[in-house]
């Protein structure tokens, strides 16, 4: 069934200081920001790397501080490099680092800068990219810092504060697919040729194979309708967001189409749809491969709290609101979860039957267990 969920205050906060670092970070490379911004810039980083205790923070925040307050030259890159390339420290923070560091080499006369910044591209840029067939590679993505140079309009929506740290996806769904049966009618060829082969392949590895190139066929069409679909956005009442429209492929597995929309009549009303296969979004649940809370900071733990009060207060910082969309009949009936439900649903893998953390859960929501046999 569609499932939908709504930020909880301690994600959204947490993604506000995401657009606030990309916003700083692309200013200072395209033309620079001053000294107060670059201690709001700090600071905000400087979150980011407490969140992990196993780094070295202390000299991890030496070699940060030293890249934004300090000329190019005094800083050794090599050593920078070393210390924040590290799996402690997310990707969002790492292309904000890199892109200064770019922007400050090409403004640089330092000898050979040519050859640094390539070696950079070859390493965490493009070239990275291309070498490995992987988009997430291109940690850099300097593309985007060459789109805003010169462009007025790019730079004073960068300056516009309160617009740009909106979250464009406060609320979101997704939708998932499980299967895509081999009599499927379709005029997209590639597709016919992906279920052509694995009909006739025995070999079941194959299959699962071809079904997720399948799924993600039908993705990239069905975004592309989406986007195109005048009749149907209207009727919905929502325009899709410019450039929003993106299909995200990492190495861990996840690979999934993302696009977003916002209500013509509620500008302010944005909506983040997913698609993805069954088996992505499997891997993206409890322990995944892919799932959220194998990124830095990003860590499901059940708050500490003195009593039920203050648990339940932690959780409602914390938990997001989910909703199912349920098919009755003919009609669509949208169903709220309740506080446990989006208890068990975001901490899910985290929180097993019959362990001390379930049995609290239980007993805050005065689950009774002789009245519910589950």
Not at 72 to 78: A, F, T, V
Not at 209 to 227: M, N
Request: proline share 3%; with cysteine; net charge positive.
């Amino acid at each position: 069934m569609p499932k939908a969920r709504e930020k909880s205050p301690k994600s959204l906060q947490g993604k506000i200081k995401n657009l606030q670092i990309e916003r700083l970070s692309k200013l200072y490379t395209v033309e620079g920001i001053n000294e107060e911004e670059k201690d709001t810039l700090y600071s905000l980083i400087k979150e980011r790397i407490y969140e992990n205790e196993e780094l070295n923070i202390i000299y991890t925040l030496a070699q940060i501080k030293n890249l934004l307050y300090n000329e190019i030259e005094k800083l050794d890159i090599k050593k920078f490099e070393e210390t924040i390339m590290v799996e402690g420290i997310s990707n969002s923070t790492k292309t904000a680092l890199l892109r200064i560091l770019v922007g400050k080499l090409e403004k640089s006369n330092i000898p050979n800068k040519e050859s640094k910044i390539e070696e950079l591209d070859e390493k965490y840029g493009k070239k990275a990219a291309i070498k490995s067939g992987l988009v997430e590679d291109d940690i850099i993505r300097y593309s985007s810092i060459e789109a805003i140079k010169g462009n007025k309009i790019k730079i004073d929506r960068l300056k516009d504060e309160m617009n740009f740290i909106r979250a464009n996806d406060l609320r979101g769904m997704k939708f998932i697919v499980a299967n895509v049966p081999d009599e499927l009618e379709t005029d997209n060829k590639k597709l016919k040729e992906i279920l052509k082969r694995r009909k006739e392949t025995e070999d079941n590895r194959e299959k699962v194979a071809y079904t997720e190139l399948a799924i993600i066929e039908i993705g990239k069409e069905f975004y592309k309708d989406l986007e195109t679909n005048e009749e149907l956005l209207k009727k919905l009442n929502m325009q899709v967001i410019p450039d929003s429209n993106k299909h995200k492929k990492k190495s861990n597995g996840y690979e999934a189409y993302h696009i977003k929309f916002f209500n013509i009549e509620y500008p302010e009303y944005k909506l983040e749809v997913q698609y993805k296969s069954e088996y992505v979004e499997n891997i993206c649940r409890g322990k995944g491969s892919a799932a959220h809370q194998n990124r830095p900071g990003k860590k499901r733990i059940l708050p500490h709290a003195s009593n039920d009060v203050e648990l339940i207060q932690k959780l409602e910082y914390t938990l997001p609101k989910y909703k199912i969309f349920r098919k009755e009949g003919n009609t669509i009936k949208v169903q709220k979860f309740d506080m446990l439900r989006n208890v068990m649903g975001f901490y899910q893998g985290e929180i097993l039957p019959k362990s001390e953390e379930y049995e609290k859960i239980m007993n805050v929501f005065g689950y009774d267990k002789k009245e519910n046999n589950r």
